[in-house]
């Protein structure tokens, strides 16, 4: 049977059963993922969010090269029914893969075929705000699927036929709390951090039993009374802050440490939360048996720009001053890129240089990293500012990826954009936006003289410099695979292309045009002995607002189809 014709008897069961669960014909042959599994995934295999606790992005398959790249052609392709920024991985255990798509939906689906084994589709609450309609993947572990949900609940699904095992109700959506990360899984638990800064929430990262989904601790990202940190903050404002955490942690198994990323303090301009604002754009440690604070790294204080530090630092060592550093390497959204050090009683600041052109920070102390900036740079209520990257930052949400074969780190970067803001305070009322800005008068404007935006970077993490660059003309929202073949795979432009690159030279050895634009975070696996590389596309959320203010700034239309697909290729000779 064709995936289209399964598409169509879906449907069709759908219409009689419900939307929320299309359940397998008979059972399937599926390989329980164990916690040793996951501390050590096998190469064909895709088992999280970044294919390992690291963070890399990287698989170590290596039958596509960039000598043969050329022959890469789509083998299989589903539609996923719905609209607006897909941008999960495609999670693959030996043969089965598990893909989540905005509208909270879950497919599994033959890795090989493509054929249909069943959908989950939760029902959504009618009243339910959706500022970011998507959703980042499902952890596994056992014979269990983990999906965090839109309206703020985490669900187990038996990996077998997609019934729900059970389903916790883990905060209000009404009162702005939801999730779009992929849960992290390790030591028998299920962690998830929430959306909803620009709603004015208090900001946290909770754990629950994998076995029972029952809370086992939670841990706010902003201090409250008697905390270490709540005196960075003045007032009340520490009850609507923000500080959301909006992407997977990473983990390091020997320290016990899991590390995530967070965002910034709400509402936008500092001068309406005076103060440090911890935890707020920072990269916290969080220990997973206890979910107690070991230490945390502050990219920039008093957030003003709409700068998130969600994306989580890659556990990368490297070698500085002749000694090996047990590294946290993060491309933030402020446009530098960080060097960290992990340790068991904290996180220590390395060393931090601009990937992209950065006109708010004037120096950054050379031991503690702390950044002093450019007063009429920074927004404030009642001015109008002009700043240098951007909101959308110089890396937004989209993961880097580390070649360990290369040693570079990839970047999927956004250079010469800059953004107006003015500020406007308002009061918080629950579940409504709290972002102290003029909304209809923020801007975006393109770097005078600047003929492009978008850049793929490779920085060698022997030296810390920068390897190579490959430029796009428009915005870049593309998450990076790479391989043990020598190869970087990123969509995220909005001429709906995939494409490979050389990973050590940055050439561009293939493309191919997909129904819409790729943001979804690209996986490889194998099945068979045969490689394939995996991704979603579907533009929307942040790379369409993007292109509609830039379209604005230039007075111009730029249409993208919308339309989720699943696009799985391989090699043919």
């Known amino acids: 049977m064709s995936v289209r014709t399964l598409a169509v008897v879906a449907a069709a ?19 329980a993922v164990t916690e040793q599994r996951l501390l050590n995934p096998e190469p064909n295999n895709w088992l999280m969010y970044r294919g390992n606790y690291a963070g890399w992005g990287y698989s170590p398959l290596d039958q596509i090269t960039p000598a043969n790249a050329k022959n890469l052609v789509p083998v299989w392709s ?15 255990n030996n043969g089965v893969m598990f893909v989540t798509t905005p509208q909270q939906q879950v497919f599994a689906l033959n890795a090989r075929t493509g054929d249909l084994i069943w959908r989950y589709k939760k029902e959504l609450p009618e009243d339910l705000l959706q500022l970011h309609p998507t959703n980042r993947g499902v952890a596994l572990l056992g014979e269990r699927v983990y999906v965090a949900t839109v309206d ?60 029972t989904g029952k809370p086992a601790w939670k841990t706010h990202t902003i201090p409250g009374p008697g905390e270490p940190g709540h005196d960075t903050w003045s007032g009340d404002a520490w009850k609507t802050g923000g500080v959301s955490v909006w992407l997977t942690a990473h983990y390091d198994p020997q320290l016990n440490l899991s590390f995530w990323g967070t965002g910034n303090a709400a509402p936008w301009p500092g001068d309406m939360h005076a103060g440090d604002n911890l935890y707020s754009s920072s990269v916290i440690a969080i220990d997973v048996d206890t979910g107690k604070i070991r230490g945390h790294h502050q990219y920039h204080w008093n957030d003003s720009w709409d700068w998130d530090e969600v994306s989580t630092p890659l556990l990368i060592d490297f070698t500085k001053d002749g ?122 404007s393109q770097r005078q003289g600047a003929t492009h935006i978008g850049e793929l970077q490779a920085w060698d993490m022997a030296t810390g410099k920068k390897a190579w660059a490959h430029t796009f003309q428009d915005g870049l929202w593309g998450p990076i695979l790479t391989t043990g073949g020598g190869l970087v795979f990123m969509g995220g432009t909005n001429d709906r292309n995939f494409r490979a690159f050389d990973a050590k030279t940055g050439a561009k050895v293939w493309e191919y045009k997909t129904n819409s634009g790729v943001t979804g975070v ?13 991704v979603q596309s579907g533009w929307g959320v942040d790379a369409q607002r993007m292109q509609a203010r830039l379209d604005t700034f230039r007075n111009t239309k730029t249409e993208v189809p919308q339309g989720g697909v699943i696009w799985v290729f391989a090699v043919r000779n």
Request: aromatic residues 10%; charged residues 20%; positive net charge.
């Open 152 to 211: 703020a609940h985490l669900v187990a699904l038996d990996a077998r036929t997609g019934k729900v095992l059970w389903d916790t109700t883990v905060d209000d959506y009404k009162n702005g709390y939801y999730f779009t990360m992929a849960p992290l899984v390790a030591k028998n638990k299920v962690m998830i951090g929430t959306s909803g800064g620009e709603l004015g929430i208090r900001g946290y990262v909770a754990g629950f039993d994998a076995e």
């Open 13 to 31: 069961v759908t219409a009689v059963l419900g939307p929320a669960m299309l359940a397998a014909q008979s059972p399937i042959s599926y390989t």
């Open 522 to 534: 690209p996986s490889s696996f194998a099945v068979d002995g045969v490689q394939y590389v995996a």
């Open 323 to 444: 000694r090996t550093v047990k590294g946290l390497v993060h491309p933030g959204r402020n446009g530098y890129l960080w060097r960290l050090e992990r340790q068991a009683g904290g996180i220590k600041f390395v060393d931090a240089r601009p990937f992209v052109t950065q006109e708010v920070f004037t120096k950054i102390d050379p031991v503690t990293g702390r950044p002093t900036y450019d007063p009429e740079r920074k927004p404030r209520a009642g001015a109008s500012v002009t700043f240098c990257p951007g909101l959308w930052g110089g890396k937004d949400w989209p993961p880097a990826g580390y070649n360990p074969k290369t040693n570079y780190l990839y970047v999927p970067a956004n250079e010469n954009l800059c953004s107006t803001l003015v500020g406007q305070a308002a009061p918080y009322e629950a579940g409504k936006l709290f972002l102290g800005i003029d909304r209809p008068k923020t801007s975006m």
């Open 78 to 92: 589903f539609s996923t029914g719905v609209t607006e920024g897909h941008q999960a991985p495609p999670i693959v």
